[in-house]
């Protein structure tokens, strides 16, 4: 079994991130120095950086020699979960490649402690693979692009969001039949779109970079859109409009003869819950609205909880307690969902300098964490706490769709993976000294062109590591639901 223990370079690491300002710090005077220089200053001493950390220098993959199993860093993950659920984790992360690395956070997260960085720290996602990008609805009934899972976010550097971007690009690739050719092309369009962004957004007023939106249904004008990939955009865009709570509703409940509503079982999906543990989500409820703003907070107050179930979410996050609370507030047609997720550790802070945050509460950190990296978010996002475990609730499904990129090549494929890198460069922006990192990529062309070896050689591990899960689950050594 793996046990973490930090080795040299890690500890390197985190010795040099050390002295980054932490802007999760709720405590002492903000500092702001840095901030007064002009952009072009900034930018200079960006590409000053490469001095120390050439372009090439992110090319090379080749796992160290003391690099732990990843059966043995997946099966330390299961630790702390529901383990009845652990199997059907296990047998959604050998599904494929991609899930596989869809589901090792953790892994990758070992994997990039030894890789280099420029010591700018922003707040990453933690998890920025392709599938983590995607529309849902505002508060005003628009449909924004955006990512859209922040579980395992923190303070960390820059770099580590982008690789794992264009890891998943090069892995989905893999599985949707790219040549490695068309693989490098796409992976060189996704690191276009961060380091294009990067430079538009390092002229920016702070205001404007904190109030900018990626709408799905207006075309954006700083770039050309493809035909295919725009009407593609727009279909998705359109099942995004139809997915709300009142379309939700008959599809995961029913009415009783008693004339309440209740969830329909759908094991091992959804399943009920002991009248113990419904007290106990209500009452975290109750918890939750006193984080909300005094808007929603009034609002929520007048809806009721009609009832309460698990379900299992994602791929990596499978065993963690996640529920589902049905609440109805002016009528049966004013369905409310509200999915109340375990939080759990980040997957990166291990090797990273230890966060500064208010009541080292992880749900806090996941709602923090959203409202940094998230041009526009839910506004109904908050965090509790169940049985001494942290816990963030957000609304469920209301207007939310993902991109098809399973079935995605050509076009759409790049502009869609062009997208993710603008707007993962733009949520970095919202936090970090953008100014900086677009001095360090410079045009984008030779942090592409080593980004792209980068992901092909990280194709090649992640095959061979979703491989020797595969043959654990046949040994025997690891149980797999069927």
Known sequence: MWTLSLDATQKRLIAQLEGSRDVWQTSGAYEAEQYQEPPAIRQKKGASLRKLVAHAAHAPWKPPKNRPSPV?????????RQQHLVPLRMARMSASPFAFIRGAA??????LSHTPVTGIQVTIDGDAHINNFGLFGTPQRDVIIDMNDFDEATMGPWE??????????????????????????????????????????????????WSIFAYAERP?????????????????????????????LPKVAQ??????????????????VDDATRKKVVAALVEYAEHLSPTYRMMLRRYGVADVAHRVVGVGSVGTRAYLALLFGNGDSDALFLQVKEATVPAHAPYLPALKMRGEHDGFRVVAAQ????SLGDPMLGYTTIDGRPYFVRQMKN???????????GTPFNFWVFLCGALLSRAHARSGDIARISGYCGDGE?????????????????????AELVQAIKRGRVQAAS
């Not at 796409?186 to 920016?204: D, P």
């Not at 980004?451 to 979703?466: I, P, S």
Request: net charge positive; charged share 25%; proline share 3%.
């Open 160 to 209: 580590w969001d982008l690789k794992r971007l264009v890891a998943s690009v090069n892995v989905a690739g893999r599985e949707n039949g790219l040549s490695r050719r068309e693989r490098r092309f796409a992976v060189m369009q996704s690191v276009a779109g961060y380091c294009l962004n990067a430079v538009r957004l390092s002229t920016m007023g702070l205001m404007d970079v």
């Open 371 to 374: 409202g940094i990296l998230q």
């Open 220 to 248: 954006p004008k700083a770039i050309k859109v493809p035909k295919k990939a725009w009407a593609m955009i727009q279909k998705v865009a359109a099942k995004a409009k139809a997915t709300t709570n009142e379309t939700l």
């Open 106 to 111: 953790a892994v990758m997260a070992w994997d």
């Open 446 to 466: 030779t942090l592409g062109q080593a980004l792209a070896d980068f992901a092909e050689a990280y194709g090649d591990q992640t095959e061979r590591d979703h």
């Open 72 to 80: 043995d860093i997946v099966v330390a993950g299961n630790a702390g």
């Open 399 to 409: 207007m939310k769709a993902s991109m098809p990129v399973a079935v995605m090549t």
């Open 255 to 272: 009415r009783r003869h008693d004339g309440g509503w209740r969830f329909v079982a759908d094991p091992p999906i959804l399943t009920s």
